[in-house]
T-cell receptor, first 118, second 113 residues
Framework: AQKVTQAQTEISVVEKEDVTLDCVYE???????LFWYKQPPSGELVFLIR??????QNEISGRYSWNFQKSTSSFNFTITASQVVDSAVYFC???????????????FGTGTRLQVTL | KAGVTQTPRYLIKTRGQQVTLSCSPI?????VSWYQQTPGQGLQFLFE???????NKGNFPGRFSGRQFSNSRSEMNVSTLELGDSALYLC????????????FGPGTRLTVT
């Protein structure tokens, strides 16, 4: 069975601090996809990044960066110089690959609530 | 391109009633998935439809059902509502139903009294 663990329930930082959100996953699939989503108070899940299991390159997008380490089954997300607008719940998710080879359902972690204050 | 739309956005129902939620995917997207979000259970997968066929189903009772139409729009139905069905129901669409990322709608908040 697939599992995603986000051990940090809530993190509070002051604006301009860097913050890392942890994600650890479990799967028996050899091919899988990892995702990060942001859920602001409005409720809509906003897609941030997708990473496949064969690509361990770290990725940077503006103030966001992701560190994928297959050896430790982790896919951590770092926000550099945090801003108040980054306040939201962040979810890490793992896709299940059907025997047809297509990715299907997402298994989500419990989310990390990030509060950025002035 | 318009995003995923869900109607209605808010709904209040009484125990025992049934409810139908609607989801219109992003134009060109053929896969639609449904998720339930509650404070206690988090985000849980309900089912996925691709080309009008249910391709995958989560661990929910048979009271939860869905369908997809030829224009890729999807509906989910919950019969004999229970208090525990109160949740945010999120719909997500994906382009080819494969490795593409899912884009979520704003959700329908269902309250069962």
């Amino acid at each position: 069975a697939q599992k995603v663990t986000q051990a940090q329930t809530e993190i509070s930082v002051v604006e301009k601090e860097d913050v890392t959100l942890d994600c650890v996953y479990e799967t028996r699939d050899t091919t899988y996809y990892l995702f990060w989503y942001k859920q602001p108070p409005s409720g809509e899940l906003v897609f941030l990044i997708r990473r496949n299991s064969f690509d361990e390159q770290n990725e940077i997008s503006g103030r966001y960066s992701w560190n994928f380490q297959k050896s430790t089954s982790s896919f951590n997300f770092t926000i550099t110089a945090s801003q108040v607008v980054d306040s939201a719940v962040y979810f890490c998710a793992l896709s299940e690959t059907l025997n047809t080879g297509t990715a299907s359902k997402l298994t989500f972690g419990t989310g990390t609530r990030l509060q950025v204050t002035l | 391109k318009a995003g995923v739309t869900q109607t209605p956005r808010y709904l209040i129902k009484t125990r025992g009633q049934q409810v139908t939620l609607s989801c219109s995917p992003i134009s060109g997207h053929r896969s639609v998935s449904w998720y339930q979000q509650t404070p206690g259970q988090g985000l849980q997968f309900l089912f996925e439809y691709f080309s009008e066929t249910q391709r995958n189903k989560g661990n929910f009772p048979g009271r939860f059902s869905g369908r997809q139409f030829s224009n890729s729009r999807s509906e989910m139905n919950v019969s004999t509502l229970e208090l525990g069905d109160s949740a945010l129901y999120l719909c997500a669409s994906r382009h080819a139903g494969g490795r593409d990322e899912q884009y979520f709608g704003p959700g329908t908040r269902l309250t069962v009294t």
